[in-house]
């Protein structure tokens, strides 16, 4: 979003605004409300200007109440060792309406919420750079108004952005939607870009100086219809709106198990697709080419959008550890052609995978004979393996063999059969 929109102050003596900003406490989930304008309710809900600001901010709602993730997210980011002021931005009569009419609010909330941080700037000298609005769904739009609305030259501090919404946003100007423009740092998670009859409930677009797409960002392990059932016995005959939301929340989900799991950070890899992050071709790190995905995200403002992918589980914690196997094979057997099959088995400190099909990515070289065979089998993470047994390197058909991690015998690594 562009800051040409000319700026709207919405006053006191106006109406009152239609969002409430309750200061999230460790006692109540209702947290406590602190009324735009109205100094004293700064001191009743004990905010501290002296610590940064984190706001929550929802997005379209079917039922009219807050959702659980709320105070999940609120009761993460309070137990982190930086401390925090967290608001929840509650826009819930705005929000429970037809979606189209739900986006239209998007806009005012937006002003709002630019309002409300002026206010605070001017009554109690907060600075907006310490301001980190995250926005879910029709929320992280909301959020972008929220930084372009604001008057001034100085930025928002950082928005991001979980799973933003698509209908009516989808290929819209960025002065339309969420967009690096709106803050000094702009962050998207994109976990529900399956298209539907040409819309998806997430946006595919990049929106932000980082876009990650988990899993490629169509949709989440766990969140197949098939788990209908599972979440028809957990929640009821809610389990069918459970289902229908659980890749489009996930985006929630990850950025909680950011702040939950500090020891198991989720990295993604910048790449151009999931396609070729699937043949194993986007695995470095080298010239920041990876990042945290979540809170603890790498700041860094770009010039384009770049968009990082990487794999993660179907539940918390969502920390993948990615392999990369390359194996190099010379069939000499010359009388056929050999098509090889293989299962691979890890077996480590963490947790054992027993018989992994592996597709087979790759080129062929042939020379005259033998023929060589070189595949990249797609695990995502550099290590060297070597035979077991290096006394004997074939590898004959219906034979199995076990690699282990290559001992270090010598300074320069070797080619090896790995």
């Known amino acids: 979003m562009g800051s040409q929109h000319q700026h709207i102050r919405i006053k006191k003596n106006q109406h009152s605004p239609a969002t409430k900003f309750r200061l999230y ?3 109540t989930e209702e947290g406590c409300l602190i009324l735009f304008d109205q100094l004293e309710t700064l001191d009743k809900c004990s905010f501290n200007a002296s610590l940064p600001l984190v706001m929550i901010v929802h997005g379209w709602s079917v039922d009219g109440m807050l959702e659980g993730w709320i105070w999940k997210m609120a009761t993460a980011l309070k137990s982190q060792p930086k401390q925090t002021n967290v608001i929840i931005a509650d826009w819930l009569p705005l929000a429970h309406q037809h979606y189209p009419i739900a986006v239209q609010n998007t806009r005012n909330i937006g002003q709002e919420i630019a309002s409300f941080l002026e206010w605070l700037e001017e009554s109690v000298q907060f600075s907006r750079n310490n301001v980190h609005l995250i926005g879910y769904s029709l929320g992280a739009h909301v959020s972008g108004f929220a930084g372009s609305y604001i008057s001034g030259t100085n930025k928002i501090g950082r928005i991001t952005g979980l799973d933003p919404a698509g209908p009516l946003f989808e290929g819209m100007s960025p002065t339309d939607r ?4 709106d803050a000094d740092f702009v962050d998207a998670i994109h976990t529900f870009t399956k298209q539907h009859m040409g819309f998806s409930v997430g946006i595919k677009q990049p929106v932000a100086h980082f876009d990650f797409y988990p899993n490629g960002g169509t949709f989440q392990p766990g969140c197949h219809i098939m788990h209908v059932y599972n979440h ?8 069918i709106t459970q289902t229908v939301k ?3 929340e996930r985006s929630v989900h990850l950025f909680i198990d950011s702040l939950l799991h500090d020891d198991k950070q989720s990295m993604a890899y910048w ?3 999931i396609d070729t992050f699937d043949k194993g071709m986007c695995l470095s790190c080298r010239k ?5 995905l979540g809170y603890n995200i790498r700041k860094e403002r770009l010039q384009k959008s770049r968009r990082l992918f990487l794999k993660t589980r179907a539940h918390m914690p969502f920390k993948v550890y990615h392999y990369q196997f390359k194996i190099h094979f010379i069939n000499e057997i010359q009388e056929k052609q050999v098509e090889p099959t293989f299962t691979v088995s890890l077996i480590g400190t963490k947790e054992d995978a027993e018989n992994l099909p592996i597709m087979l990515m790759g ?12 595949y990249t089998l797609c695990f995502l993470f550099r290590m060297t393996f070597c035979s077991q047994n290096i006394d004997n390197i074939h590898l004959h058909p219906a034979q199995e063999k076990t690699f282990v991690r290559c001992a270090n015998r010598s300074r320069r690594p070797r080619r090896k059969f790995r």
């Open 178 to 181: 969420l967009s690096p423009d």
């Open 246 to 248: 659980c890749a489009h």
């Open 232 to 239: 028809i016995a957990q929640y009821g005959i809610t389990g």
């Open 25 to 27: 406490m460790d006692t």
């Open 271 to 273: 790449c151009n697709d």
């Open 288 to 292: 920041n080419r990876c990042n945290t």
């Open 363 to 374: 080129k062929r070289t042939f020379t005259q004979r033998p023929k060589k065979v070189t």
